[in-house]
């Protein structure tokens, strides 16, 4: 457990950002977590800052699939589903409980694309890239038994295949759990707010040093603690002997300031990179931020047993409905985001039309409507643009950009963090002539603790699924729960000990990062999880430490929240 993480943990954040760095991580999603573990695990003293809450972008609205990508193989990236098969696999084994199997069923429909013999020869390949061999195929009447809600006019048969799935937000939780075991210290709500320069003011380290360049290199960031209740006369100033960029979809603002900052030019050393003389060239946009919106049902009206994955109607894209902690899960669209990045994405009436409308046509039987969703959430993808007309159409490769001395990481896949991490840190290297690592890919996480004792009072399965969550601390989770705290919330599949736990210990700031991130209630009960709010007031209040004013507030801010970014648009 970190002690910056808990209640009074806040008042070590001068001391903290004071101290020489090697490596300052912006950006606290799965891209910067995974970097912020890789470099503490082998040595490197890390820091890591998000600007909002851990998670708060990309990776807590993702489709919560850790897939290989079966559809990149039709797009010809043989290369990206081989990688995210094999770390597919290494999660599975290395993250049990909190990565999970999940098997597809894809119906095979008469005067429908992809056709029964493509579709088996993409499965084939994956198979072998993931090197297992599985039956696919099945009758109408056996893919009827696996998937029966599923419409039957035309439908001849189907295939079923493996990926798996998770609770995003958690994954990032966990990695930075992983990573401040190591040494490493992750701080939310921590504003980058400008980009500092060797030789420019400011304490701490790195003043006047160029590793290898005559000046100009960046050495460090200002930065503004959003939480605290003491106003800042100026930003904190804190060095560094590199800066890396992982705020996904949120890249270029960062990428743009750093080429304005560069007001001189910049004489190429020898470990100058991309950053050289080209240097002062305006650096132009790379990024097409993507939207991907999801509905969210009731498991009891949406049942399934099998993930079901098909071609939308309308366009022929693919749309998956599955089972995930206690609800089904139906997404995604695919649309250019055009709105303000700084606030929560929102679906449109379009996406839900579109969503609905695959349900429609799946589900004929069930007639599902608008009023059997819960919540809904959209994220927005860092999507490299290459200027395709069909957003769908573009690769979901990472890349890694080192320019004026910032080293971008952006673009990829959930599933492929530990592959991001690893590159980030070959191309940091360059940087740090005096670091020797072995950057070979190590077990995602460290060997899971023993077995927990008998707990009779979890609900089956959940011991499992607890040391998924938080491995090495599993046992002190249990400890802090109170009578009945070790039951399921009714709806969810989360014990309302991990409320107390989250509230403890896992550097909750506002009652949306307890509600939808370090929980997911926000996104499994109806209005938000409102009807049980006197119950999680009486557990967190007194964890938080939180005035009643202060929790009025945080609570109001909340549904306001809610209302306009996780339920359907008027």
């Known amino acids: 457990m970190s002690a910056v993480w808990s209640r009074d943990g806040r008042a070590a954040v ?13 950006g606290g999603g799965i891209t910067g977590a995974g970097i912020l573990l890789e470099a503490a695990r082998r040595g490197l ?75 088996l020869l993409g499965l084939a390949m994956y198979d072998r890239l993931a090197g297992q061999r599985s039956r696919h195929y099945y009758s109408r009447a056996e893919f009827s038994a696996l998937a029966p809600n599923v419409s039957t006019q035309g439908l001849l048969g189907g295939m079923v295949y493996t990926d798996a799935k998770t609770d995003d937000a958690r994954l990032v939780l966990r990695v930075l759990q992983e990573a401040q075991a190591h040494g490493g210290v992750a701080l939310n709500y921590m504003a980058v707010q400008g980009l500092l320069r060797d030789g420019e003011s400011g304490s701490g380290h790195g003043e006047g040093q160029s590793n290898g ?19 800042q006369a100026a930003p904190y100033a804190v060095r560094a002997r590199v800066v890396i960029s992982a705020t996904g979809a949120w890249a270029d603002g960062l990428r743009l300031q750093a080429g304005k900052a560069a007001a001189h030019p910049v004489a190429a050393g020898p470990q100058a990179g991309t950053a050289a003389m080209a240097g002062l060239a305006p650096l132009k946009p790379r990024l097409r931020p993507l939207r991907g919106s999801h509905l969210v049902l009731p498991a009891w009206r949406l ?20 089972p995930w902690e206690g609800v089904t899960l139906v997404g995604t669209t695919d649309v250019d985001h055009k709105d303000d990045m700084a606030h929560d994405a929102s679906i449109t009436r379009d996406e839900v039309a579109y969503l609905m409308a695959v349900l429609h046509d799946q589900f004929p039987q069930l007639a599902l409507s608008e009023r059997d969703v819960i919540a809904t959430y959209a994220g927005v993808r860092p999507v490299i643009d290459t200027g395709k007309a069909d957003p769908s159409k573009e690769g979901r490769d990472h890349a890694l950009w080192l320019e004026h001395g910032l080293l971008t990481v952006t673009g990829g896949k959930l599933t492929t963090f530990r592959v991001i991490a690893l590159d980030a840190l070959r191309r940091a290297a360059s940087l740090l002539p005096d670091w020797q690592a072995d950057l070979a ?5 460290d060997a899971a603790p023993a077995p927990l004792a008998h707990a009779p009072q979890l609900p089956a399965g959940m011991a499992h699924k607890l040391q998924g969550r938080y491995g090495a601390l599993t046992a002190q989770v249990l400890a802090a729960a109170q009578e009945g705290e070790l039951e399921l919330i009714g709806g969810t599949e989360t014990c309302w000990v991990q409320l107390r736990w989250a509230a403890r210990c896992e550097a909750v700031q506002r009652l949306e990062d307890l509600l939808l991130r370090r929980s997911r209630i926000g996104l499994q009960l109806r209005q938000g999880g409102l009807a049980i709010m006197a119950r999680i007031r009486a557990i967190c209040q007194p964890e938080l430490g939180w005035s009643d004013q202060r929790w009025d507030a945080e609570q109001a801010a909340y549904v306001a929240l809610w209302n306009k970014h996780y339920s359907l648009p008027a």
């Open 14 to 26: 001068p001391a903290l950002l004071a101290q020489p760095w090697d490596v300052i991580v912006i």
């Open 45 to 119: 003293k890390a820091l890591l800052l998000e600007q909002r809450d851990f998670a708060w972008g990309t990776s807590s609205r993702s489709s919560k699939l850790v897939h290989g990508g079966l559809r990149y193989l039709k797009e010809g990236q043989l290369g990206l589903t081989r990688e995210s098969v094999h770390e597919r696999e290494h999660l599975l084994q290395q993250a049990a409980g909190l990565v999970e199997p999940q098997s597809f069923a894809f119906g095979h429909y008469a005067g429908r694309k992809p056709g029964k013999l493509m579709f």
């Open 213 to 231: 360049q005559i000046g100009g290199k960046i050495g460090g960031v200002q930065v503004c603690d959003m939480q605290s209740d003491v106003p």
């Open 303 to 322: 049942p399934l047993a099998q993930a079901i994955s098909l071609m939308h109607p309308y366009d022929g894209r693919p749309v998956f409905a599955f």
């Open 441 to 445: 890919p190590r077990p995602v996480f």
